[in-house]
């Protein structure tokens, strides 16, 4: 098995063929695609197009299972934000009325424009994080020379974000060892049980920071000072080779978004007017 940022993946993941730079520039034009599309039904297609590619790379589909309760949460605030606190608009169609409070249909449009906006940029996020390691990462960067003070920043970052993840599941494991079960307590009690959570995860971060810094200085590495200005070899990327089908495959990414530029504002596709959902919904 191979470990990423968010768990593990096999091998011989097809995923693997493709150079890191590939991945990243993969994740940068697809989560930047759903900014340029209004239209729901065509941020719904990308995120089943990244789902699939999710379960083609064979990760592990129970990893994903714990991303479902936060998007389904923030569904429910993206659509509470949009109607219940949307205020009143006499100019808009009323859908129907709870309690005295009118529901709009261009609010619910809204909320449903922004949600599908944002679930595909996380199903990107999570493809890349779940395929790819902070050495991948490291890679893809400094193939594109971008500094190695601000690669090396970055690549940390996520690799911190992916260890919280599983210092997050060894406490749970342990209480779940000595016995503790929240399933089938009330909602008020798992969110106090999930809040004590952060003091154990907040003081291993703070330790393992220590760590961190410590083993850096033991290597002789600075941000700043004569340190920094050594030239570094880039012995990583000698352990990647840049394919034929990896230069296809980029030039196929940056094809379809320069297609979607030219079709949303040369020809007017994607728009919210054109949409499926306000053709078939909104004017009936």
């Known amino acids: 098995m191979h470990k990423t940022l968010l768990g593990y993946i096999p091998e011989d993941s097809p995923i693997y063929k493709l150079h890191p730079f590939v991945r990243l520039l993969f994740l940068l034009i697809v989560s930047f695609l759903p900014l340029l599309i209004p239209a729901p039904e065509w941020n719904f297609l990308i995120l089943i197009i990244v789902l699939v590619l999710i379960l083609y790379a064979r990760v592990n589909i129970r990893v994903l299972r714990i991303y479902v309760p936060v998007a389904i949460s923030m569904g429910i605030i993206i659509l509470i934000s949009y109607t219940l606190l949307g205020g009143y608009h006499p100019e808009y169609k009323v859908l129907f009325t709870l309690f005295g409070k009118p529901f709009y249909w261009e609010r619910i449009r ?3 424009v922004v949600y599908f906006r944002i679930l595909p940029m996380i199903a990107t996020m999570v493809f890349f994080l779940t395929t ?6 490291i890679a893809a960067m400094r193939s594109i020379k971008i500094p190695f003070v601000v690669t090396y920043t970055f690549a940390m970052g996520l690799r911190a974000a992916g260890m919280v993840l599983e210092d997050f599941s060894i406490i749970r494991q342990a209480e779940q060892a000595r016995g503790f079960d929240i399933s089938g307590k009330p909602l008020t009690y798992k969110i106090r049980k999930y809040v004590m959570y952060m003091i154990p995860l ?3 971060s703070l330790r393992r920071t220590e760590e961190f810094t410590n083993a850096l200085f033991a290597r002789g590495f600075s941000f700043t000072g004569e340190a920094s200005k050594v030239k570094r070899a880039d012995y990583i990327l000698s352990c990647y080779q840049f394919h034929f089908y990896d230069g296809l495959i980029a030039t196929l990414i ?3 978004l320069i297609i ?3 079709l949303r504002y040369k020809f007017g596709y994607f728009s919210l007017e054109k949409s499926l959902i306000n ?3 909104g004017q009936h």
């Open 110 to 112: 809204d909320a449903l």
């Open 132 to 137: 790819s390691s902070e050495r991948d990462i």
């Open 202 to 204: 907040f003081a291993i």
């Open 254 to 256: 940056i094809t379809c």
């Open 260 to 262: 979607v530029l030219l």
């Open 279 to 281: 053709v078939w919904f």
